[in-house]
Each structure stands twice: as structure tokens, then as C-alpha cells.
């Protein structure tokens, strides 16, 4: 064979190269490197493959010579653009041996439906919930905040409190206090990553298989499914304009766990009366369970004044308090917070150690920077007023256009409502949804949030979030008269 | 009573005043306001509690009174420097109402002992494995990816998807084949936070309680302390200098997971034989166990050639690929990722999504950067040179000043060693390591990383593991030479 001419026989370095020379070509073929695609300089493979450089320049110039290689301006090596792409980029081998056995938590995951996915390509308006302008983001001082604790790293590099930094779980103790009345020691405060890690960590540590846990009905699916996922088992409990019908607790004496959002409810956005707080903690007493509360997106209020949270109502010993920053800067950052009665602290802050060992320190420092000097707050107030216009646009937009035709539920605070449409029957959700789909809106139903999907406090009219703090004032617009125009396809009726 | 005196009767406002008093002033008796601690503005609070500045002004005129607070130049409120600090931050109440019961996840890790922690104060040497030098951190090229990943953000924010940012998996793919021969499909990629947390997924996937699998004896201690979390049942495999010991496996059949170090055995530093990486492989196709290689410092080699990983070995089906980013960039970023087999990626990806969601978007963005334009590589060649100098004075530091009183192994790789003391027998460790201490040594003894202190393969002498990568040449010498001395102490023996 003529192949790596010129590299010495019998020196062991042809062998060498043609690993190197099959390694590639298979990387190539599979599409790992696709057309056009940079090789490394064969000096940096060569020092990376511990080689001398002569054998990967042979290499490179018989895949050169084969026409997988080409050589543009400036000598640099990269795969012929000429080649097609791969069909599948991987080759699928049927495995002969024995496979591996999930566990339990692993089976009953794999049962879990994922939560909705955007619409593909470009949309009138997305309204999913979740979703944030990223104009709001306030780009300046977060990356004054970054670049500021990257300079104060200290001279040796090491693992973190796995509560989190003291700077962060001090700034966010007076946080706290100032903007929810909520009293606790910075000890009791474990930074997660946002609040999905918060609510697995309550699954993990207070829940075992088999074990019952009340949950509201309707209720945010991940935390649910994070509850199931750890093998509990879920006792729904309706839910109406005054929050959780915390009177059907009365018979359930043997839940370990209770997860509400009494600030802001979730998704129908009622706000929990004071009456049954004290009922919910007087249960939490008697039983000893404990409460997850939820307090997703209390920053948001419009037309009512703040609450403060149950775990300042005297319910601190069976609450765990539970924020995020995923609505007022980003839910790609990861950053939310526990705060946990003083019994339950050192579980806590062995299980996040055990789990991911800390949150990721720059993010915390900058976090810390945020809030202890105020720039969060400010940035925190012009965000509720962005997002207090959007809200009016929506409100106006579905007032104008789909008037007594939709029942708008749960505006007083956050970043959605719920939208019921009065003249289309539950059955009918999925025809919405795929049709307004069709016409460019992104949306998304009501009837995975509940537990099943056959309630009697379930109206049978169709139902969907609509998420409003990713749009523009325009695009809630245009997204209404694309609903009205869906809804009247549907319906045959003109407004 | 004369408080507040400038607001209006009966107006309600006396008692709003009150509460937000009370609630200062139990801020500050607590210690959460600090003596010299700012308060926010008055506009601020009036803002964030929706109440009037007048009735904020008038809480702080009160405790400016009573000398709670003091305002200086600039015209700031301050908490009273001249209060003492509280002895405790908190205060305790006892319980009377039902307390909270763990899981069995809970109670498992309750026993579970914490990672060593370094002494406090002004060090002379700190010997902690798992730290980095500070100025080794690639800060600059760190700082232009993630200002970079900012400006490239997209309109909206929102969750990421769950495996990892698609750029980022796809320049780690390249990464994994040019630096460790590995093939994989960017599709078996999950970016998970730091390698403790690749560890607890797998533990959560594929280990139910009272499940066995097999570990390296000794082993890293917080890999063990996951599977037992899950519920594993340890089957400690005695570990020599090719590695474990494969042929113990021979009547193991009903373990379901195999944690191993084959690159360079946590901590003993042996670098796994070819035939006990097929004898591995062939039991874990036999049996249907799942082999977890932690591939934690492969980067770092410096006598010997690199050595294709398990996972490459014909094994990809039943091996999960662990690498991370803590040993060459930094443990505080929290940045690992899993290679897992066709079969489990769906698994893992619910996994990780139920779990956190995702790692933060900027931090993979800025990752993807920095491994696709090759600064990675060109900063692991920095930091190998490096690391190599610091592993250079600490074996001659060791052999001039500790000679034959010591054996040291594990050298050809990684950043760190094991430094056996001959005449020094184990039940003397902790005495070592307390009077190490004593004179300004951070030391770390080996005993916590076997599963049990009395096993015949565990040699009857003290032994430390010993990470130089955080600690300067002269730091080293100077490290050795105070070991020298309290070795001397010990044994009475001057060399």
C-alpha cells in the first residue's frame, strides 16, 4: 500500500497513523466532522495525540489525497464541503449482550409525559409560559457583575459551601425581608440551581415510595412529576378563587408532603385567603407534614398588595420557602433558593453537596453583587412595569377581540392568565391548539396541568396559559387576532 | 405612646408603621442587620412594601430615636455601629407540633460523613487534593467567552434544552475523539454540573436500594456516598498496581453498576491493564451491570501515553463516560458531562431535565467557545507544563527530605500522590495528620477512601493523599520540609 509514503516501514508509526487515518475517516463518515468542518493544526493534534507531527501531516495528506480533506486560503485543513451529510449520524448496533435495567425511578420517569415544546420555525407569538424578552435582561450590570467576580476569585480555586456563598445567602436573607416579609437566618437559605433542583431536593429527602403527598389541582406539572418521580403518590386537591380547598385536608392524615403556590396560584392565579393559610398550617401541624411553598413569581403583583408567605404566617418549622430568579432575570441562569426550617438545614445542605456538590460560584457572586446593591430590586421594578404593560395589552387585546367569548382568569399577578373559552368544550382543546399552530401562535393547554383528566371542578370548556412576558405589546396583538380568528373557524360565530 | 407621631390618627397607617418597625427591629436583633449594615432607602422600601415614604420615614426617625440606627455623611441609614453583635443569629424556638420526617434517601445520608475540610486560618502548605491555582485560570480567554456568549443571546429566554447547549456537545464530541480516541455521537452527550452530579444521576437510573455494585477499594469517597444514597449495597474490589482487581468479579453476578478510575485509579494512581479492561467489559456484558468510568483527570499525563478509555474498548454499550472540567479550567464552575450508551440517553435526559432542568446556558456557551476555537486544548497543554513543574518539586522535595521513610505512588499521572509513611503504622494517621496541622499543613488521609478500616489489602501504614496543584513550587518545598519535621516528631528518627 502506498498509503503514508513517506513515513518510515517498520517503525511502528505506520500503524499509528492509520488509527489516526481510520479514526478520522470514521469521525468524517459519521458526520462528527461535517463538510467544511476546521481539523485541528496538526501540530496542536500531534501534542494532543502524543505523535510526532510528521505522522499526522502523512495522515492529513492522504485524506487530502482521497478527497475527504481540502485546503483552503490560509492553509488550514478542513473537511471537502464536497461531501454529502451523513443520513443518520450514527450507526445503531444491535446489542447481543444484556442491556441495562433502569431503576424504579428511571421506570417511572420514563412514564412521565416532557412539558410542551415550542412550535417549529418562525411564530406570530409564542405565548408559552416561561418565556422572557430577553431586552429585559439587564445585560449591563449583570456582566459588570460577572467581569467584578471574576477579579475577586481568590488565589486558590476549591469546591464552594454547599449551601451556597455567604455573600449570596446574605444578601438574599435582607432581600427576603424587604420584599416578602419573610424573616430567616441566612443558615436556613440553600442556593439551587432555580426551582426545579429546590423541589427535587423536598422529593429526595421528605419523600419515600408509596408515600402520599397532597398536591394543588390544577398545579405545575414538573413539580408533580417531580413528587411521582420519587415514587410518591398524589392526592389532588381542587382548587378555587381562594386558592387550595385546604377544608378537604381535614381527612388526609398521612401526607408527608404538601406543595402549594399561595402567592400566585398555578396556574389559575388565584391568591390563598387567610382563612386557609391558617387552616394549611394548622394541618402541617397536626400531621407533620411538611409545606412546599412555591413562590415563583410574587415580584409580579398588579392590582392587589403583597402577602406575606406562609413561612412567615408562624408556619417556619413546617415550611419550606422556595424563590427563583427565573422570572425576573432568566430562567437560563439556573439560580433559585430554599429556605428551610433549622431542622431540616444540614439534610438539605449534605443532599445539594451530594448532589452537584454547589451552585456555580460566578453566577452566585454576581447574583450577590445584584442584590446587595440594589440594582436587582431597581431592575425588579422596571420589569413589573414591562410586563405590566404587556399584561394590559393582553387583557385589552382579549376584551376587544374575544370579549364575553373567553373567561380570563388569574391577572392580578404573574406572568400569565388563563384564558377558558366559553363555546368550546373541553374535547375541543387539542383542535385549538393544532390549528392555531397552524396559523403561527404557539399555545399551550390547561389539561396537562390537571391530574386527570376527568374532575367535576374541571370546567368542560377548553382552556390555555397564555404567557405574555416573552412577547411585545404588538405581538400580543397580533397573536389575539390570530386567536380570534382560530376561535371563529372553530365556533363559525363572529364578534 | 408618642411612635410615629408625625402620621395621622386612625388612618392605619400607625399600624402599618408598626409592623414594618417591628420587623426592622427584629431584623437587627437577629443580626441579620449587622452593626454598620446600610438599609435600603426610604423611597426603596416605601417602593417594595407599597406603602407611603412617609410612613418608612417616620419607622426610621423611631429607631434613629431609639439609637437602633445612625445616619453618617451622605445622609445613609445605618444599622448602630456601636450595637453589639448578637451571640446567636437565631433564635431557637423548641417544637411542640409534629417535626418532619426524612426519607430513606435522607436518613442514608444523614450517616454518611462529610468530605475532609481544610484547617482554618493562614496555611503554609495546603495539601487538599481537587484545588487549583487561581492563576492558572484561562481568566481572559474565560471572560471574552462569556461576554462574547452574552451579545449572542437569542430573543427570548428561555429553558435550554436538557442534555446541553447542541454547540457545546458538538465541540466536546471533537474534543473527546482528538484528546481521548473516544467515538461518540453528540446525541449521547448530557452536560451535567461537575461530575458529582454525572455520578448521581447514574446512581439514581440504575441503582434501586438494596441493590449491589462494585467500587474501587479505596475509591473517591463521594462517589461511594451516592450509590449508597441510592440505596447500594458496596462491593468493595481491592485495587493493586494494574488497577482493580477484575478477576474478584468472576462470582459477582448480581451487580448493577461498576464505578471505576481506569485512566489513573482514584487514589492510588494505577493506570488499569488491557486485559482487566477486557476481562471488565466482558463481565459487564455478561452480567448486564453498567460500568461508570470517571475519566476525572485524564488530562493530566506525564511519564506515560494516553490509553484509550472503556468506553471506546468495544464497551460503548455498557459504559458510561464521565469527563469533567474541574481538574483543568476549575471545580467552582460546576461543568462535567456523561457519554451515555444508545439506550439510556432518553433516561438521562428526563433525568437531568426533572432534576435542574439544565446546566446555565452561558457557562456551556462560553465552554463550546473555548473547546471549538482550541483554546482549550492550548490551556490544558499550559496547565500540564505546569502542573508537571509542581509534581517535579514535590517528588524531589519528597526524596531529599523524606527518602525511604516514605513510599510514594500514583505519580505518572493526575494531580496528586499517595504518600505512604513506613515506619508510621495507620492507627498513627490521625496523629500525623493533627500535628501536621498543628504546624500549618493542610493533610488528608487515605483511610476515609477505603470502604472499611480493616481490610488485608490496605497496607498497615499512615498514608495521606497528597494535591499539589494548588500550591506554588516554593509552597511545596516548604509544604515537605514541615512534613519532615513532624514526620521526625513521630518516629524520633532524623534523616
Known amino acids: 500500500m502506498g498509503q503514508f509514503g513517506n513515513l518510515p516501514e517498520g517503525s511502528g508509526r505506520k500503524q499509528v497513523a492509520r488509527e489516526i487515518y481510520d479514526g478520522l475517516k470514521g469521525q468524517i463518515a459519521s458526520g462528527a466532522y461535517g463538510p467544511g468542518a476546521l481539523l485541528p493544526s496538526t501540530r496542536a493534534l500531534a501534542a494532543e495525540l502524543d505523535v510526532s507531527r510528521t505522522t499526522v501531516t502523512a495522515v492529513y495528506e492522504q485524506l487530502l489525497a482521497e478527497g475527504f480533506l481540502e485546503t483552503r486560503q490560509g492553509g488550514k485543513t478542513r473537511v471537502s464541503s464536497a461531501l454529502a451529510r451523513p443520513v443518520s449520524s450514527v450507526t445503531r448496533r444491535t446489542s447481543r449482550s444484556q442491556p441495562a435495567r433502569l431503576s424504579g425511578y428511571g421506570r417511572r420517569i420514563a412514564d412521565l409525559p416532557a412539558p410542551p415544546s415550542s412550535p417549529a420555525g418562525k411564530l406570530v407569538a409564542d405565548f408559552r409560559y416561561g418565556d422572557l424578552t430577553a431586552a429585559d435582561f439587564p445585560t449591563l450590570p449583570w456582566k459588570r457583575a460577572l467581569n467584578a467576580a471574576m477579579l475577586r476569585r481568590p488565589q486558590r480555586l476549591r469546591y464552594g459551601d454547599p449551601r451556597g456563598a455567604h455573600e449570596l445567602r446574605a444578601a438574599l436573607q435582607n432581600y427576603l425581608w424587604r420584599a416578602r416579609s419573610l424573616r430567616c437566618d441566612a443558615e436556613q437559605i440553600i442556593v439551587v440551581n432555580g426551582s426545579q433542583q429546590g423541589i427535587d431536593l423536598c422529593a429526595r429527602l421528605l419523600l419515600d415510595p408509596a408515600d402520599r403527598f397532597v398536591i394543588e389541582d390544577p398545579c405545575y406539572a414538573m413539580a408533580r412529576q417531580v413528587f411521582i418521580s420519587a415514587g410518591g ?15 378537604r385536608l381535614a381527612k388526609i392524615d398521612d401526607a408527608r408532603l404538601c406543595y402549594v403556590t399561595p402567592s400566585h396560584q398555578f396556574p389559575l392565579g388565584s391568591v390563598m385567603s387567610a382563612a386557609r393559610r391558617q387552616e394549611l398550617l394548622a394541618w402541617a401541624r397536626r400531621t407533620g407534614a411538611t409545606i412546599v411553598e412555591d413562590d415563583y413569581d410574587s415580584e409580579y403583583r398588579y392590582d392587589i398588595r403583597p402577602i406575606e408567605p406562609l413561612q412567615t404566617a ?34 438539605f445542605m449534605r443532599a445539594k453537596q451530594l448532589t452537584d456538590r454547589h451552585t456555580p460560584a460566578l453566577e452566585q457572586d454576581a447574583l450577590a453583587d445584584l442584590v446587595a446593591s440594589g440594582a436587582y430590586e431597581r431592575h425588579v ?45 373541553r374535547r375541543r382543546e387539542e383542535a385549538l391548539i393544532r390549528k392555531g399552530q397552524s396559523s403561527g401562535l404557539g399555545l399551550y393547554p390547561v389539561t396537562p396541568l390537571y391530574g386527570a383528566s376527568a374532575v367535576a371542578y374541571r370546567p368542560d370548556r377548553a382552556g390555555l396559559v397564555v404567557g405574555y412576558a416573552g412577547l411585545d405589546a404588538r405581538e400580543i396583538r397580533r397573536g389575539v387576532d390570530g386567536l380570534a380568528r382560530v376561535l371563529k373557524s372553530l365556533t363559525g360565530k363572529d364578534r
Open 381 to 425: 421594578r422596571k420589569a413589573r412595569r414591562r410586563n405590566g404593560e404587556r399584561r394590559t395589552a393582553l387583557l385589552e387585546a382579549l376584551a376587544a377581540r374575544l370579549g364575553d367569548s373567553v373567561t380570563v382568569v388569574g391577572a392580578d399577578a404573574g406572568l400569565h392568565v388563563v384564558v377558558w373559552f366559553n363555546d368550546i368544550p
Open 314 to 347: 408562624g408556619g417556619d418549622e413546617h415550611v419550606i420557602y422556595l424563590g427563583t430568579v427565573s422570572k425576573t432575570l432568566s430562567p437560563m441562569l439556573r439560580l433559585g433558593y430554599l429556605v428551610v426550617p433549622d431542622t431540616l438545614r444540614d439534610a
Open 233 to 247: 403518590v398524589p392526592v389532588p386537591v381542587e382548587v378555587d378563587q381562594e386558592g387550595m380547598r385546604t377544608d
